[in-house]
């Protein structure tokens, strides 16, 4: 069946450090991919998202380009900032009723 | 516009008691679905509603597990009789169309069995 796969966390980076959060999918067909956000104390929030391969997502500084022949759809950020501190979960959409599938999540703190 | 709203935000009950959560999709939003994140692990899916028919229930654990959308707009996610293992956080979501638009998440409902 579907399933994603994400670096474990916590990751810790100093303020302006580059971030990568790996993420890689199995799935049946050409899912759509996001990457979620949870900021403390609130609920989840779409980061960015890709729908077809070679598409790239972005938002807020970050990046994820949807990779076919690696099945990867890794979260980059060129200089982070103490506001970025958060767990962040990559999914993809399931093709048929629209549910999400998620990897277990990457909590990430970034200290001044 | 008022988001995804989830009632209550937090829950603590011993083990053997009933709970009942609570999801107020987006208005007009036909879709709703629930998801469980236990313990810092994946965000699993529960189930998925289409206006007041349960579409798709196939993460439900167990027969303990009941959830229902009367009317389809609100729905609740009731636990009876809840175990340790049912602790988590559980969230909501809406959309507009299942396949193509953006599903909102609701805050989640943190709930502690003792």
């Known amino acids: 069946g579907n399933s994603v796969t994400q670096m474990e966390g916590p990751v810790t980076l100093s303020e302006e450090a580059f971030l990568t959060i790996n993420c890689t999918y199995t799935?049946?067909?050409?899912?759509?991919l996001f990457w979620y956000v949870q900021y403390p104390g609130e609920g989840l929030q779409l980061l960015l998202k890709?729908?077809?391969?070679?598409d790239k997502g972005s938002n807020k500084g970050f990046e994820a380009t949807y990779r076919k022949e690696t099945t990867s759809f890794h979260l980059e950020k060129g200089s982070v900032q103490v506001s970025d501190s958060a767990v962040y979960f990559c999914?993809?959409?399931?093709?048929?009723?629209?549910?999400?599938?998620f990897g277990q999540g990457t909590e990430l703190s970034v200290k001044p | 516009e008022a988001g995804v709203t989830q009632f209550p935000s937090h829950s603590v009950i011993e083990k053997g008691q009933t709970v009942t959560l609570r999801c107020d999709p987006i208005?007009?939003?036909?879709?709703l679905y629930w998801y469980r994140r236990v313990m810092g692990k994946e965000i699993k899916f529960l189930l998925h509603?289409?206006?007041?028919?349960?579409?798709?229930e196939s993460g439900m654990p167990n027969n303990r597990f009941l959830a229902e959308r009367t009317g389809g707009t609100y729905s609740t996610l009731k636990v009876q009789p809840a175990e340790l293992e049912d602790s988590g956080v559980y969230f909501c979501?809406?959309?507009?169309?299942?396949?193509?638009?953006?599903?909102?998440f609701g805050q989640g409902t943190r709930l502690t069995v003792v």
């Open positions: 979501a809406s959309s507009q169309v299942s396949h193509n638009t953006e599903a909102f």
């Open positions: 890709a729908t077809k391969a070679d």
């Open positions: 208005s007009g939003h036909d879709n």
């Open positions: 799935a049946t067909g050409y899912p759509s």
């Open positions: 999914a993809l959409r399931d093709n048929q009723g629209g549910k999400l599938i």
């Open positions: 509603f289409v206006k007041e028919s349960k579409q798709d």
